[in-house]
């Protein structure tokens, strides 16, 4: 039954003979549950609350045991529950209320004030979290002792989101400026650290501590490169790319692994001699290697093979484990593998994941997400294939740089340059 105007609510109110279902512009938008009594039907009735015909707003009442009296449109689209399934359903267990700050105070403000104001978590039909602006305020009868709570709940999901996207970006910025006093110090450290290096070389050192010296000085500048990166993201310039050759930045990061890395750890390296260039900075191959071979270190705690492969590779549309979204044309496979425990398969799938880490204590959690930014700022794409007390294997596939010939598939088999 619709009423179109305050006359005929006033009518329904004095004849009793029905309840509005649907309320129009005046009077609450309300469903109301009806238990056929005269003072259910005046205590809903009493609530002549003035709000639009079409509002987003979720409007409801509740009675004094949770249940739920009334249920408009809005609260219809908002929630996804029908009027005829929300009626007389605990309001609580239907939508999920979760206690947030404030909440404690929500029936003791009620009593004091006769109303509350805050925000809540609560839940769609569809399992769906939402964030909703609550007003409720407590209804009196006509003795003024209290008969029901009318609800006006506001979605604000969307503007919560942005909020919080709005804070990150802020995060970023302060922690932008915050990198760049950091590097600056470090770099200022690290200078220093090159002289000392550069002047050990120049003595008569040992064969053995040539090496370790060559590999300190190796990492030192690497480390240089990382801040001045950091010094460009925190002044918000680009890092500079160039043609690079992996091959030689592989064989690099396979020497200095073999100094610093336990003699239990056994390092190859299977790279094609005619290995395209790629478009990138050392800086990032560089730390795409080390984080990937870090990684399998860190599984061989007894000792293992770690193995950097290299090749050439031309992807089609469609291949089978590139994404949907990858150019096809010429790229370069770097796989490295490690004869660790493994990666369990219930976690394998986060292992990218910011501050996921395995390594309780000494790990960031960070190492192999850097590494899928890198990847994928280079629009390339990366795998991993994992067993359980066999090892790990990573698959990076990066574009190679343009101009590089097509391979055919009746080419010969490429050469490599084996190292063990």
């Not at 987003?56 to 399934?85: F, H, K, M, P, T």
């Not at 802020?170 to 950091?182: D, E, I, S, Y």
């Not at 190492?367 to 359980?388: D, E, N, P, W, Y």
């Amino acid at each position: 039954m619709s009423v179109r105007s305050n006359k005929d609510y006033d009518e329904l109110r004095e004849g009793g003979s029905g309840i509005p279902k649907r309320v129009g512009a005046r009077p609450v938008p309300l469903s109301v549950a009806d238990d056929g009594s005269e003072s259910t039907l005046n205590n809903q009735l009493d609530l002549q609350f003035l709000w639009p015909d079409q509002t987003q707003d979720a409007v409801l009442v509740r009675d004094l045991e949770d249940r739920i009296l009334s249920w408009n449109e809005g609260a219809e689209r908002l929630y996804g529950w029908e009027a005829g399934e929300a009626l007389g359903r605990n309001i609580y267990e239907l939508l999920g209320l979760r206690r947030v700050a404030g909440f404690e105070d929500l029936g003791r403000a009620l009593a004091e004030r006769g109303e509350w104001n805050g925000q809540m978590h609560q839940l769609t039909k569809h399992g769906k979290e939402i964030i909703v602006e609550s007003h409720w305020k407590l209804v009196q009868d006509e003795a003024g002792q209290p008969k029901s709570v009318l609800i006006v709940n506001t979605d604000v999901t969307e503007r919560k989101r942005l909020e919080s996207q709005f804070l990150r970006v802020q995060r970023m910025g302060n922690l932008g400026r915050m990198a760049g006093g950091v590097a600056h110090d470090l770099n200022n450290i690290l200078s220093l650290m090159l002289v000392a290096l550069q002047q050990l070389q120049r003595k008569g050192l040992d064969r053995d501590s040539q090496r370790w010296v060559r590999a300190l000085r190796l990492n030192a500048e690497h480390a240089g490169h990382l801040i001045t990166q950091l010094l460009s993201i925190a002044k918000g310039i680009e890092e500079e790319r160039a043609s690079i050759q992996p091959r030689y930045l592989i064989k690099e990061t396979a020497e200095m692994l073999r100094v610093a890395f336990p003699k239990s750890v056994k390092i190859k390296t299977r790279v094609a001699s005619k290995l395209w260039s790629i478009v990138s900075s050392a800086t990032h191959l560089h730390q795409v290697l080390i984080n990937l071979c870090l990684n399998a270190s860190d599984a061989m705690p007894k000792g293992g093979t770690l193995t950097i492969e290299a090749k050439n590779l031309y992807l089609k549309r469609g291949y089978r484990s590139a994404p949907a979204e990858m150019n096809p044309g010429n790229y370069i496979l770097i796989k490295v593998s490690d004869t660790g425990i493994g990666i369990p398969a219930e976690i394998i799938d986060k292992v990218f994941e910011p501050f996921f880490t395995t390594k309780q204590g000494r790990g960031t959690g960070l190492g192999l997400t850097a590494v899928l930014r890198i990847v994928k700022s280079h629009q390339g794409f990366i795998r991993v294939s994992s067993k359980s007390g066999v090892g790990t294997q990573f698959r990076v596939y990066l574009p190679a740089e343009e101009a590089e010939p097509r391979v055919s598939t009746n080419s010969p088999p490429a050469k490599y340059d084996d190292a063990a």
